[in-house]
């Protein structure tokens, strides 16, 4: 029987790494969507120094775990005079530990669209910039909604690294009222409850818009 008191007991612990876990993954799903299109318009652009920076930053972030990408932020970087808070490391390595699957996923929604219409945007006079941004990139991003939503879903429970470097997410105060109670078991319990309430409405979301284009095609 899971010891409720311990979520009572600890509320304001579980909430606090509630709300920074939802924090960490708002800022890194917003940095990595935007970093993951420049990379995929990258290894896409006519111009060969942008494909090859967007190719190696791909296949070099997609290679390596999560973790050695945060390491760089948390450890790295202080070797170089360079101190970021626990928080602030281990989003920023979610961001661009994510935005590496989120530019192949942009890529192939931007090769999935018709190339009489990128021809046509620039013969009509548009930049390659303008056609990216103002025909492209548009279609392309609809396309892959559903894939998209769940590199989503996956960020959010990816955001557990943090615990590691004493983020102050939701698996780092878990860990704390574990150490603290001598529980495991019922903590962890309530930490897997906290992600569901995050992940769930996600995966829903998801489900709907991917049976919405589906009728719409």
Do not use: C
């Not at 409720?4 to 876990?21: E, K, P, R, V």
């Not at 290679?63 to 808070?85: D, K, M, Q, S, W």
């Not at 991003?141 to 615990?163: A, D, E, T, Y």
């Amino acid at each position: 029987m899971i010891d409720m008191s311990i979520l009572f007991d600890h509320w304001d612990m579980f909430l606090q790494g509630f709300g920074n876990t939802l924090k960490a993954s708002l800022l890194a799903l917003i940095g990595s969507f935007l970093l993951g299109t420049l990379m995929a318009v990258f290894r896409i652009a006519p111009v060969r120094p942008l494909n090859w920076l967007g190719t190696a930053y791909v296949e070099f972030i997609r290679n390596i775990p999560l973790i050695l990408v945060v390491f760089v932020f948390f450890v790295g970087l202080p070797a170089i005079g360079i101190r970021l808070e626990s928080f602030v490391a281990g989003t920023l390595g979610l961001t661009v530990y994510t935005a590496a699957f989120i530019a192949e996923t942009i890529r192939a929604g931007i090769l999935a669209v018709s190339k009489g219409q990128t021809e046509a945007a620039r013969s009509s006079g548009l930049t390659y910039v303008q056609t990216m941004r103002y025909v492209v990139l548009p279609q392309a991003i609809k396309i892959v909604i559903p894939p998209m939503g769940n590199q989503f879903i996956n960020l959010v429970k990816n955001s557990s690294v943090l615990g590691v470097i004493a983020g102050l997410d939701l698996m780092y105060f878990g860990d704390l009222i574990s150490a603290d109670t001598f529980v495991t078991f019922d903590v962890y319990i309530f930490v897997a409850v906290f992600y569901l309430i995050l992940t769930l409405p996600l995966s829903l979301l998801v489900g709907y818009l991917e049976r919405r284009l589906a009728r719409a095609r």
